[in-house]
Each structure stands twice: as structure tokens, then as C-alpha cells.
């Protein structure tokens, strides 16, 4: 199998733990924003990361990826059969993948990917509103939701724990990643979920990548 993407993307990031977490063998083939790549453009119509191509059969979006591997591959259960629990799973997945990864796509678009990949500036105004206005109020429902068996969704890892602390990620690329003074159950939950076995190498890559992007031109 062939995934396409960018280890700084939270879709991406996401995809990789999930993989991980299965123990389902794969290759990354990098790719950036707007890559010609024929096998990418191929799995992915509107251009967007991550795509699959699995034996021939390709599909983009990394719900829509997930879901076909969770039937292809049922266990480990990463979205559980109970109705409520399968639901709120949902819930979170989409809470990570739309309002949270908007927010913080806000801050780390403007402020790392316009000016360090495409060479452009960024809307720096946008960024510093999503810090101020948005992400406080995601993070206190975050902090108010987690419960204490360390997962959000029942007492083991879901999909919905690798959904929501992936984007968490590029928050700490943009040097605003959770506060632990102001968000103590948050952020020690995420740091739990972001050092799983099944994605720690990966963020350690990436990591040492930003530290290259970011590091002043001598
Ligand atoms: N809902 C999609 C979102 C994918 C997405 O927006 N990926 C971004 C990178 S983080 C992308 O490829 N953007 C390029 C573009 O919009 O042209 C998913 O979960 O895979």
C-alpha cells in the first residue's frame, strides 16, 4: 500500500498513527502541496493529502482512507462497534479534522507553510485572531471532555484520540502547543497520545525537518 503525503500535515500525521496503531504495512511517498505526482494526483481528485493506493484501488481523504481500512483490517477495533461509543468516535474525529485543524491550520499556514514552503507571506492577522479568539475556546471544551481513563472515548485508544492530537501538532510546530498551566488534563493527554510507539519516530522526523525549515538563513 501507498500513502501519499506531507508528515507536517495533521491528516497525514493522523493516517500515519492510525497505520501504526493496526500494524498495517505501508510506504510513504512524500508529496507537498500541489505535487504533480501521477500515482498522486491519480488517488487524490482534488489534490489534497493524504491519498491511498492499495492493490489498484486508490481513495483520498484520511476519514474516508480509515474507514476503508478499518473493514479491510477489523482488529485491533480502532472504531468501536457500540452505537454511543462509535458515535462520539465520529464526533471527534470530525471535531479534530475540521474546527481544530482549521484553527490551527490558521496559525501554521500564515506563520510556517506560506513563508518557508511556497516563498509567500502569510496572513499573520488571521493566525494571531485563531490564537486568541479560537483556540482557547477549543481547548477548554478539550480540557473539560477528557475523562479519566486517559482516552477520549472509553477506556482504550480510538480513532478519535489520534484525530484530535494530531493537529495538536502543528500548533507546537507554531511554538503554541497546549499549555499545561492552563490546560493540565489536556496536555498530558496529549503528550501521551503524541509519544505512542505508533507515531513518536514519525513526529521525531518531522521535528528534525521543521528544525531545518525553521532555523535562521546563516
Ligand atoms: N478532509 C481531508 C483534508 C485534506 C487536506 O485538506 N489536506 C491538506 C494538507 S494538510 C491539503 O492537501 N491541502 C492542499 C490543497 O488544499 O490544495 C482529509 O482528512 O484528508
Redesign the pocket.
Known amino acids: 500500500m501507498i500513502i501519499y503525503g506531507?508528515l507536517v500535515?495533521?491528516?497525514?500525521r493522523?493516517l500515519l498513527a492510525y497505520l501504526g496503531e493496526k500494524g498495517i504495512d505501508f510506504e510513504l511517498k512524500g508529496v507537498g502541496?500541489?505535487d504533480p505526482d501521477p500515482g498522486f494526483r491519480a488517488a487524490s481528485p482534488?489534490?489534497?493529502?493524504?491519498a491511498m493506493e492499495d492493490d489498484g484501488f486508490t481513495l483520498?481523504?484520511?476519514?474516508?482512507i480509515i474507514h476503508y481500512l478499518e473493514a479491510k483490517y477489523p482488529e485491533p477495533a480502532l472504531i468501536p462497534a457500540d452505537p454511543q461509543e462509535r458515535g462520539r468516535v465520529i464526533w471527534w474525529d470530525e471535531f479534530g479534522?475540521t474546527v481544530l485543524?482549521a484553527c490551527g491550520?490558521k496559525m501554521f499556514f500564515n506563520r510556517i507553510v506560506a513563508p518557508k514552503f511556497l516563498g509567500r507571506e502569510g496572513d499573520l492577522a488571521a493566525a494571531a485572531l485563531a490564537e486568541s479568539e479560537e483556540l482557547p475556546k477549543l481547548l477548554t471544551y478539550l480540557e473539560s471532555a477528557i475523562p479519566a481513563s486517559g482516552f477520549l472515548v472509553g477506556d482504550r485508544l480510538t480513532l478519535a484520540d489520534l484525530a484530535v492530537a494530531s493537529p495538536l501538532m502543528n500548533l507546537r510546530h507554531c511554538g503554541c502547543g497546549v499549555d499545561a498551566a492552563a490546560y493540565p488534563k489536556a496536555a498530558a493527554w496529549s503528550e501521551a497520545i503524541l509519544s505512542r510507539p505508533s507515531i513518536a519516530p514519525w513526529i521525531a522526523k518531522e521535528e528534525r525537518m521543521m528544525a531545518r525549515v525553521l532555523a535562521p538563513a546563516s
Open positions: 506531507s500535515s495533521p491528516f497525514v493522523k502541496i500541489g482534488l489534490g489534497k493529502m493524504p483520498a481523504d484520511s476519514s474516508a479534522d485543524a491550520g
